[in-house]
C-alpha cells in the first residue's frame, strides 16, 4: 500500500481524543454545547488568546468559513481573496452562493498584504453600481504553506481599520502556521489583530472540528443564529467540545502542529541539499518542490501526492503534506529515493 503525502487528514485522531471520548461516553450533558466539555474549552482558548472572545465549534472549516463571511456582510458587499485562497478553489461556490462576490488578487506566495488591497478598493468606487469591498480573507498557514509574521499582521489590521474593512483569517492550519521555525506570530495576536479566525481541528489531529473565535464585539450579537440556521449547531457539541479540550490541554494542539512542520522540513532540506527548486519558500507541513517528470513517476510508485502544477514539458511542481501522525520511516525512505535519483 502506498503511504500517502497527499493531505494531512489521512488518519483518524490522536489517542488522546479518542480515550476521552470513550470515557466520557456515559456521561449526560447538556446540548447544543453547553456540556461541560465545551464551555471548558471554550474558557481554555480564551485563556490562551488573552480575550474575551465568543467562541463556537462547527464540523468543517468550509462551514465555518461560509457561516462566518456570509454572518458578517451586508447583500451588497464583498470578500477580498488570495487567488490561492480556499474560498475561491476548493469550496464549490460556497461564498457565491450566499450572494457574495470574491474579489482575487494574484499573489505568488498567497500573502495578501495592504499595497494589494489599494487597487482593489480604487476600482471600486462607483457607488452603488459595483459590491462593496467589506471583508479581507487570509489563510495563515496559505493554501501555498507561506505564514504571516506578526509584523505583516499588525500592518494589515492597521490598514483595514483605517478604511472600515474586517479581517477574518481562515485557521484549517493555523497550529502549523504557529509552530512554523521563521513565525513570530502567536495565538493571542491572532486574536489582537483579526475580527474573527478559526482553529482548525480536522487537519491537526481531531475527528473533526474546527473552533470560531470572533474578537470583534459589533460582529459577536447574535452570531448564534448564523450557526443554527446554516445547520452547524449540534445537538451532541460534546463530541467537539471534548476534541478540542483534549487538543488544548498541555499545547497537545502546538506539539501535533510541531511535529507535521518537522517531518515536511525533513524532506525540504534534503530536497535542497540536491538543489531541488520550490514554487514557494515554505516552513510549515506543506512543500511544493519542482521535480523532473520521470523522477515524479518513480516517487508515484510508492507514494500518494498531487501533481500541483505543470512548469514545463519536463518538469512539475508537487504538493507534499505531512500529518501529525507521519512516522520517521515514509519520510527516510522518500527522502533515500530522492537521494539515489539526484
Known sequence: MKFSFKNDYSEGCHPNILKALLSYNDDQQAGYGED??????????????????????????????????????????????????????????????????ILCIDKEDGKVTPEDIIPVLQSHKNIPHQVMPKLVYLSNSTELGTVYTLAELEKLSSFCKENNLYIFMDGARMGHGLTAEITDLTLEKVAEFTDAFYIGGTKNGALIGEAIVINNKELQQDFAFNIKQKGALLAKGRLLGIQFLELMKDDLYFELAAHANRQAMKIKNAMKERGVRFLSDTYTNQIFPILSNSLIEKLSEKFEFYVWKKIDDDFSAIRLITSWNTADEPVEEFIGIIKNEL
Open 36 to 101: 461541560q466539555y465545551s464551555l471548558e474549552a471554550k474558557n481554555l482558548i480564551r485563556r490562551k488568546i488573552q480575550s474575551n472572545s465568543d467562541i463556537y465549534f462547527v464540523s468543517g472549516g468550509t462551514q465555518a468559513n461560509l457561516i462566518v463571511i456570509s454572518s458578517i456582510l451586508k447583500p451588497y458587499q464583498c470578500v477580498i481573496s488570495a487567488a490561492t485562497g480556499h474560498i475561491l478553489n476548493n469550496e464549490t461556490g460556497a461564498i457565491e452562493a450566499t450572494g457574495h462576490k
